[in-house]
């Protein structure tokens, strides 16, 4: 592989257990289970997909730093788009 970077999550990192869109962590999630829905945002997730979206949420958080060594740490995809703010000009008859 020519520069690329392999990234290692730890043996124990809940990728499956834990909402790609919010963060939220759930205590147990039995293997049968597929498919489940976050009690925090509501999200509906299948359970490989979120833990190939969170391992690559981490792998990328791992690599890329805003501020040096430590950077602003992991970031999460918001669901919400800001508003647009149309600007306009007024003017006042001196």
């Not at 869109?21 to 498919?35: F, I, M, P, Y």
């Not at 990328?60 to 788009?81: D, H, I, L, N």
């Not at 703010?85 to 008859?93: C, G, L, N, P, R």
Request: positive net charge; charged residues 25%.
């Amino acid at each position: 592989m020519r520069g690329g970077m392999v990234a290692v999550a730890d043996r124990f990192y809940a990728s499956s257990k834990t909402c790609s869109g919010c963060g939220h962590k759930l205590d147990d999630l039995a293997l049968s289970v597929r498919e489940w829905t976050c009690p925090c945002c509501g999200s509906v997730h299948d359970r490989d997909v979120s833990a190939a979206v969170n391992l690559k949420i981490m792998a990328v958080s791992s690599t890329v730093t805003a501020c040096g060594e430590e950077g602003a740490g992991p970031r999460r995809k918001t669901k919400a788009k800001p508003a647009s703010a149309k600007q306009e000009v007024s003017f006042e008859s001196i």
